[in-house]
């Protein structure tokens, strides 16, 4: 019984290895096959035709046809975590091993409970969900949704890690040419033997395109055989790649293509080293588009049987596979190259009963049954065709039994990637079809069938004619003799009869009624007929169905196809996975971490991390013996006010500048005065956005006359830099003013506490004391006996501290000798927690506070933006609505009850205030537990703060259940004369 | 897309940050604008259908502010300046 269906290899040899065998199943079911097989061939080798379940109905489905563009046969290829749904099984290649299993269905293919929905179609006509499911509203997302989401569908995504590696790439090339059929190979043996950079893609594993599928010459040899020793010669050009298994999905801007190369799907597993698949980007001086053309069926009742198929899918099936669909075979046709199938499949030996030709008159196929002027009008057979029903030209039906039929409506250029920059196809009568319009994307031209040139001849020369004109070629190759049929077809789209369900798009269950119910509704523009009734969504994106679809609509509506129109495509062209769009983008690789010089021994103290945009900064160190974050956080705070601690703050951005300029270009950035600072020394600086909104804060030292450092927030790092770059270069071009970052070229350490200095002068060369090195010196220095090096004397933490920085190689070192030559001051590494209780005791701003909503006289430093000089926002700072006296403004919190916790993001209401949003007076943006204090404090924004010190309210977090009186202190918290900073 | 840098070559548009209106460029002097002239600047736009000239930022290169002319139905770009050049020939000094 295996491979029941194979021709005999003296008829239709095929393009496959008979020699070798692969084995594989489906749904557990163990099958044979051969190298050169799709999943598809091998299934109809072995006679499977039934192959899914569809969408709605979950009505039996084979494959109709034998490429990229079939809506029924999806199937769930390979298992764990390698599973993959949706796999259309007409371009599955086989490989020994290979698992495939139906999906849609329940229990199994053959019985399907759901196919419950078939008898039921009445109720599942388009729109019906819509116009039924409304009431109560509530119940559509509760009931109706995932009751009608469980029915309908496709397959299920693994739930596991997907194994394998995606990768992407970059290439370049003076033509690329999409599709290597006659078109194809033509163009790029034009290209490539004028010595140009070629690169020729195809989605399928062997190049040829419908040359493999037909029986054609071309030249002295059969099609096959040219488009063979065609790829031999192109792939011996050093100056051609070919790239079969690579569909090229989309057109972008200025001749940019992206493509996906299926490296290993056609493996069992991937080669060690190699990736599943490549997301290719294609930089190119032109591209042709040689996508041939998609067969498209006729719509009648009951015309989605297994076994009812394209009839160049049936021809392509028996002469590129040796597979006949069928015992007893018989073709629909409305046009010459139908009748190409029945000979073709005669000429193999299968028993062709009949050809039901939709046109009038005209010659007789010899030895055939041919029906001239004739329609099938229904089908029978439960999972697959048993027999169809024919209404001949006198009026008479007549049933015949077959088991196989192939439809042909006529063929669809492949347009589709031409569209992609919205060029709309125009209507050719001549082959009833699409072909492509005006205003293409640039460089892009079409040759072959996709521009409507169906024989092989037209292929061919205008395949070479578009690669000679798109690189401006003299002369061509000589073109191979090829038959040159003309398209001879008379338009048919449906067939009308009766009150069953014909269907058009077989991939969303879209039939001739749903059409008809469309028009009903008036929604008859193809974009609301689109929408409507789901027509050429999913998958397949209607490649069979979209033009049949909207030929009808304009039947029914009484206008022409070109009236009626068509919609356009958008990339991809067929699907593509998440994985191959990600790449190597996945888990830490998405988002790599910045490591800081301190990583390494914080790592081996145990300390734990906090993300902080990029960087990975330390959040605290615990000791032995500490089980709960706090207890390690107070005694980081507490330890560093006592004696010393020691921070990484490498994480601040680090901006030189430099330049005569330099003190006036701060000027302008900063809200605040930085040309009269004196060297060596440094000030805290306010940004502001051109809108008035505080941008950034930091402290900026002047190293020498010309020679500036600023710091930034970790966070706007990179936003800064780019600000100020958009100052120097487009605002005040004139001014003499450098800048390079130098984020990653300086390690950087606070270093806190009444111990400082004394540790530090361990460290240190040069000598500074306090009057060696005042309160807001900055300098350069050098440690360790030479080592150049920074020092800031800047506190965040309202201690007595300094800022050290080092080149960054040695800041590991550096912090490593500060803990070893300072030991007999107990010095202890603090993180990010710690930080950030220093600073809401002292009340600085940092991250809630600088929130991009809030100006500098919220925050308590209106007097910073001098108006005395043009600064980036200081003219829109003084806006009436930013400078209200009733405005928010920076405070101080803390709980009446010390016991009381505090939540950030709580709002200040009035004493006996109702919680609702009128009443709102503000909110916390930042909160800790404070050591010193021994209670909750927290920073927040409180209208009219700034009058209400010393008064009570509450604050009030509906979420937390929080309602607890605090009151209102200085921002201030700790040490507020900043007596200790000064020491 | 591609952006043909005025010192670099032809870039793909992954290399920038786009901005938006080069108008950005003609910024008003602080000390003598006042409010609503500051307003005009930052917040009214132009969004042509059609040529427009916009800021990038070569943020994976050189950190060239460029000046792109760009056609926003077609994305086809007819000129790429050095910002820089476009500011001091807007007459902008010190």
């Known amino acids: 019984m295996s491979q029941s269906h194979r021709i005999d290899a003296k008829l239709a040899g095929g393009q496959i290895d008979r020699t070798r065998t692969l084995r594989f199943t489906f749904d557990g079911i163990p099958y044979q096959g051969h190298p050169g097989d799709t999943l598809a061939s091998a299934l109809l080798a072995n006679g499977v035709r039934l192959m899914g379940r569809s969408f709605k109905y979950h009505r039996p489905r084979g494959p109709i046809s034998a490429g990229s563009e079939e809506p029924n046969a999806l199937v769930e290829l390979r298992t764990g975590g390698r599973q993959e749904p949706n796999t259309r099984a007409t371009v599955a290649e086989l490989y020994d091993g290979l698992e495939a299993n139906s999906q849609n269905r329940w229990p199994s293919l053959r019985f399907d409970a759901m196919g419950i929905n078939d008898k039921l179609s009445t109720f599942f006509a388009a729109g019906f969900y819509y116009k039924t499911f409304m009431w109560p509203k509530s119940f559509w997302e509760k009931l109706y949704e995932p009751i009608i989401r469980r029915a309908a569908g496709l397959g299920s995504v693994t739930r596991e890690e997907d194994p394998d590696t995606y990768d992407k790439g970059f290439l370049h090339c003076d033509l690329l040419v999409i599709g290597a059929g006659p078109a194809g190979l033509m163009a790029a043996l034009t290209a490539g033997r004028a010595g140009k950079r070629v690169i020729l893609a195809d989605e399928d594993f062997r190049m040829g395109g419908r040359l493999n599928a037909e029986t054609f010459a071309v030249g002295d040899s059969q099609g096959a055989d040219w488009a063979a020793v065609s790829v031999a010669e192109l792939s011996a050009m050093p100056n051609v790649r070919l790239m079969t298994r690579t569909t090229v999905v989309g057109a972008f801007d200025h001749g940019i293509y992206s493509a996906v190369e299926r490296v290993s799907d056609h493996l069992l597993t991937p080669a060690a080293g190699k990736p599943r698949q490549v997301l290719w980007r294609i930089y190119t001086g032109h591209a042709i588009l040689a996508g041939g053309a998609t067969e498209r069926p006729i719509a009648f009742e009951n015309n989605d049987r297994p076994g009812i198929m394209l009839a160049g899918a049936l021809r392509a099936y028996a002469t590129r596979w040796g597979v006949k669909v069928g015992e007893r075979i018989a073709v629909f046709t409305n046009n010459d190259d139908g009748l190409r199938t029945a000979l073709d499949l005669q000429a193999k030996g299968v028993d062709v009963v009949a050809v039901i030709d939709s046109r009038e008159g005209g010659d007789l196929l010899p030895g055939i049954r041919h029906l001239r002027g004739a329609e099938v009008i229904d089908s029978t057979g439960s999972l697959g065709l048993k027999s169809i029903t024919v209404r001949q030209s006198n009026g008479r039906s007549e049933t015949i039994a077959v088991d196989a039929l192939g439809v042909s409506g006529g063929w669809n250029p492949n347009v589709n990637i031409h569209s992609h920059h919205r060029s709309r196809p125009v209507y050719d009568a001549s082959i009833a079809a699409f072909v492509p319009g005006q205003d293409g994307p640039q460089g892009l031209l079409v040759a072959g069938a996709a521009t409507g040139a169906m024989s092989t001849h037209a292929a061919l020369k205008t395949g070479r004619d578009a690669a000679m004109a798109a690189l401006g070629l003299g002369t061509g190759p000589d073109l191979p003799q090829a038959e040159d049929a003309p398209v001879r077809i008379t338009p048919l789209w449906h067939v009308g009869h009766g009150k069953g369900r014909a269907w058009i798009d077989q991939q969303n269950d879209v039939t001739v009624k749903d059409v008809k119910l469309a028009k009903q509704e008036n929604f008859t523009s193809v974009e609301h007929l689109k929408r409507y009734t789901t027509l050429g969504m999913a998958t397949d994106q209607g490649k069979t169905g979209n033009v049949i679809g909207l030929a009808i609509m304009a039947e029914l509506t009484g206008r022409s196809i070109p009236e009626t129109g068509t919609t356009i495509y958008r990339p991809p062209y067929t699907p593509v996975a998440m994985g191959t769009l990600a790449g190597r983008s996945r888990g830490k690789e998405f988002k790599p971490f910045r490591l800081t010089p301190s990583h390494h021994w914080a790592k081996e103290q145990g300390a734990v991390f906090v993300e902080v945009g990029n960087w990975l900064r330390t959040q605290w160190v615990p000791k032995a013996g500490e089980t709960e974050w706090r207890q390690s956080v107070d005694r980081e705070v507490l330890a560093t006010r006592k004696s010393v601690g020691i921070c990484d703050v490498t994480t601040l951005g680090k901006i030189d500048i430099q330049g005569t300029d330099a003190g006036a270009f701060l000027d302008r950035v900063y809200a605040n005065t930085f040309s009269t600072l004196p060297v060596g020394k440094c000030r805290y600086g306010l940004m502001l956005r051109e809108d008035g909104i505080v941008f950034d804060d930091g402290t900026t030292a002047r190293m020498g006359e010309n020679e500036y450092v600023m710091t930034t927030t970790t966070a706007n790092a990179v936003t800064v830099f780019r600000h100020l770059e958009f100052c120097r270069q487009c605002l005040w071009p004139e001014m003499d003013v450098q800048l390079i970052s130098t984020t990653e070229a300086w390690a950087q350490f606070s270093v806190a506490g009444p111990n400082a200095r004394k540790l530090l002068q361990k460290i240190v060369d040069q000598d500074i004391s306090d009057a060696a090195f005042p309160y807001m010196g900055a300098g350069s220095i050098t440690v360790c006996g030479g080592l150049r090096a920074r020092l800031f004397r800047i506190s965040f933490s309202g201690e007595l501290a300094y800022e050290i920085a080092v080149p960054t190689r040695y800041g590991d070192a550096l912090l490593r000798e500060m803990l070893a030559k300072g030991a007999e001051y107990d010095p202890i590494v603090y993180g990010t927690e710690a930080l950030g209780v220093m600073r809401i005791e002292k009340g600085h701003v940092a991250g809630g506070e600088l929130n991009g909503q809030s100006t500098a006289l919220n925050m308590g430093l209106g007097k910073m933006v001098s108006k005395k000089k043009d600064a980036i926002g200081m003219v829109l700072s003084q806006r009436e609505g930013l400078t209200e006296e009733s405005g928010y403004r920076l405070v101080g919190v803390k709980p009446v009850n010390p016991e009381a916790k505090l939540t950030a993001g709580s709002h200040f209401l009035e004493t006996g205030a109702a919680a609702v949003a009128e009443n709102d007076g503000g909110w916390l943006t930042s909160k800790v537990y404070s050591p010193h204090l021994g209670c909750d404090i927290a920073l927040g924004y409180l209208k009219g703060g700034d009058r209400k010190i010393g008064q009570r309210m509450r604050i009030v977090n509906l979420l937390a259940g929080l309602d607890t009186e605090v009151e209102i202190i200085s921002p201030h918290m700790f040490d507020p004369e900043g007596e200790r900073l000064r020491g | ?94």
């Open chain 2, 1 to 94: 897309m591609i952006i043909h840098h005025p010192i670099l070559g032809p870039r793909d548009a992954q290399e920038f940050v786009y901005l938006g209106d080069a108008t950005l460029i003609d910024r008003p002097d602080g000390m003598t604008a006042g409010v609503e002239a500051f307003h005009d600047y930052l917040y009214n736009r132009d969004n042509p259908a059609g040529e427009h000239r916009e800021l990038w930022y070569h943020e994976q290169g050189d950190r060239s502010w460029l000046v792109v002319t760009r056609n926003t139905v077609t994305h086809e770009i007819t000129k790429v300046e050095l910002a820089r050049d476009v500011a001091r020939a807007r007459g902008r000094t010190k």
